[in-house]
T-cell receptor, first 110, second 114 residues
Framework: GQSLEQPSEVTAVEGAIVQINCTYQ??????LSWYQQHDGGAPTFLSY????GLEETGRFSSFLSRSDSYGYLLLQELQMKDSASYFC???????????FGKGTTLSVSS | DTEVTQTPKHLVMGMTNKKSLKCEQH?????MYWYKQKAKKPPELMFV???????INESVPSRFSPECPNSSLLNLHLHALQPEDSALYLC?????????????FGPGTRLTVT
């Protein structure tokens, strides 16, 4: 089977840095994805890590350690608009679809 | 064009009605998906079409019936639904096999079953 663990809630203030961790158990690992979803909206792809290391895209970075079955999403220079749910996800064993973690609700205050 | 469109945006239907949800993408993606999402929960996979063929049916009740008329279109036919089927229904697409983990989601159809 496959399972992902991530914190349910994180709070921070504008301008801060926040890290959302994700640990996973899966057979046939291909890579770790991150999605953002605002209330009432659809999930939006943020990043994908297939190899160990850090991937940076603007204010967001994502990290993967395959040996530790662990990854994180790093959000810098937080803005109010970053308040959303963030999901980590892995490809299922058949390599055909995503399995999502339960999501982390990020609340950014001024 | 990185857009996935879905219609309708909102749907209210009775338990005896038949309705259809529609999804369209023009990114040349060969895999398309239906997800169901309840409030405060992650998306749950329902169906996967790869090259217009159903490749995954996650033990979804037969009152949900998917259809892929061509590589750009995906439908979800609804019949005799239950109130617990009320949810956000999301369509997504990706390159075939989705080994890149990158899917593009439509805005969803918010379904209410009365």
């Amino acid at each position: 089977g496959q399972s992902l663990e991530q914190p349910s809630e994180v709070t921070a203030v504008e301008g801060a840095i926040v890290q959302i961790n994700c640990t996973y158990q899966t057979s046939g690992f291909y890579g770790l994805s991150w999605y953002q979803q605002h209330d009432g909206g659809a999930p939006t792809f943020l990043s994908y890590n297939a190899l160990d290391g850090l991937e940076e895209t603007g204010r967001f970075s994502s990290f993967l350690s395959r040996s530790d079955s662990y990854g994180y999403l790093l959000l810098q220079e937080l803005q109010m608009k970053d308040s959303a749910s963030y999901f980590c996800a892995v490809i299922n064993q058949a390599g055909t679809a995503l399995i999502f973690g339960k999501g982390t609700t990020l609340s950014v205050s001024s | 064009d990185t857009e996935v469109t879905q219609t309708p945006k909102h749907l209210v239907m009775g338990m005896t009605n038949k309705k259809s949800l529609k999804c369209e993408q023009h990114m040349g993606h060969r895999a398309m998906y239906w997800y169901k999402q309840k409030a405060k929960k992650p998306p749950e996979l329902m169906f996967v079409y790869s090259y217009e063929k159903l490749s995954i049916n996650e033990s979804v009740p037969s009152r949900f019936s998917p259809e892929c008329p061509n590589s750009s279109l995906l439908n979800l036919h609804l019949h005799a639904l239950q109130p617990e089927d009320s949810a956000l229904y999301l369509c997504a697409s990706s390159q075939e096999g989705d080994r890149g983990g990158e899917q593009y989601f439509g805005p969803g159809t918010r379904l209410t079953v009365t």
